[in-house]
């Protein structure tokens, strides 16, 4: 039984059983790409006497994702991991900030900016309290080398890597998230999604999964376009990693 | 530069670059598959009354391992998990063994004992050095499913998950070693296979990974046929997982 509680969002009671395994959107939801990636590439122009507004690069870079995405679902590009199409976008984007000049191996460390983002506060114990009770699993477009080192950078303890590799489909196509559940030999009811963002949630939702929603209200900077209220895909709503085990009993 | 030791193997020296990430067969070479089914074995049919030679019924139950994935690999199945092979086998040497009027769900069961595998004594903590220097993941012809609850079950600390199900290949099918380095992003010199199994080992190195030899004697029981000295295949042999750590820095 699914109950509504004050802010409109569903609680899983007692009635319905827990489900078995969590899966987790990454970016923004885990893990800081905004500030980590901004980061980097204040560092990389400040070595190199150049002014940039890294915060700025950051979301023109992340602006190319969903587009350079699409490209793979339309079948213009045929499968091409996350890495290849984060360095496509970075390639186009450089000249428009007027960064230039950087060797091949500065390029290749820039675009693995994405593998070194840094957890939420919340993010490492809350997955830790989560681990003990469910099985937990990235269900990311990063691909697995990307989603290998970026566990190991911020000591995220996933049981098991999922996600568009794996499923050779990017989120939100319902591939993705019906992989989950056959990867791990679950019904889709067992399974719940777990993101800062409603349109993963929804397609979640459309397969089957049980869906978490964790607001994380600075993904894309002070004033940025974050979701902030879950919607009826939303099965769970919490503030954090932490509420999110106390709710699940973990 | 690679140099051979007293027993013939040879071993990495400081000339050659460590690898990045570390591959692991599990059952046998991290896990002490045999015991553990003989002792579900055992424990089922105590509880029916009946008297099994579980070591012979594990025995049997794995023997069934390499000509079931064979019909895969000659394409007379389509590609089947291995916990489905697994049950295969079971259905067949159950009346064998005259264990019969198991209900579906302690058929079930006890085809997940392959999910309860004890690691061997020295696993975890060899794991978990290697872990700090390496990435380490198992490259196994278990699903998913199966690797996933074995690590929970006897707390391995992979990094993520590879193997078979992965590669739609069973070992030693050359895809799936080639699968490794892919799924990474590393060249195959940069990934080392460690197995218990020279077949394993000789398989990996024709792909062009790096090899490592651990011995696990008592794999098959007392008196079995374990691999017991390296061949030419091998670029470090260590008696155990803490032995590999310490020949390789970890």
Redesign the interface.
């Known amino acids: 039984m699914v109950a509504a509680d004050a802010s409109g969002a569903r609680r899983v009671t007692a009635e319905v059983p827990a489900p078995k395994a969590l899966v987790f959107d990454t970016f923004g939801t885990v893990v800081d790409w905004r500030s980590s990636v901004a980061a980097e590439v204040q560092q990389l122009a400040r070595g190199k006497g150049l002014t940039v507004d890294a915060a700025k690069f950051a979301d023109a870079w992340r602006a190319g994702y969903g587009p350079s995405m699409n490209r793979v679902r339309t079948g213009e590009l045929p499968w091409t991991k996350l890495?290849d199409l984060h360095r496509m976008t970075l390639d186009r984007i450089l000249p428009e900030f007027n960064i230039t000049g950087l060797t091949e191996d500065e390029k290749a460390t820039l675009n693995h900016a994405w593998h070194r983002l840094k957890p939420w506060p919340d993010a490492v114990a809350g997955l830790t309290r989560l681990k003990k009770k469910f099985?937990i699993?990235p269900l990311s477009n990063g691909?697995?080398?990307l989603?290998?080192?970026l566990?190991?950078f911020g000591g995220l303890p996933?049981?098991?890597?999922?996600g568009a590799?794996?499923a050779r489909h990017y989120k939100p196509d319902r591939e993705v998230y019906q992989s989950a559940a056959d990867?791990?030999?679950?019904k889709p009811a067992d399974v719940m999604m777990v993101a800062a963002h409603l349109g993963d949630l929804r397609a979640a939702k459309g397969v089957g999964l049980r869906t978490a929603f964790v607001t994380r209200p600075l993904e894309y900077g002070p004033g940025g376009r974050a979701d902030l209220k879950p919607d009826a895909s939303v099965d769970v709503s919490a503030k954090d990693f932490n509420d999110l085990a106390s709710q699940l009993g973990a």
Chains 1, 2 share one sequence.
Not at 158 to 162: G, T, V
Not at 183 to 186: E, T, V
């Open positions: 890495d099985i699993a691909n697995i080398s989603m290998t080192e566990a190991k996933w049981d098991c890597i999922l590799e794996l990867f791990l030999d679950l």
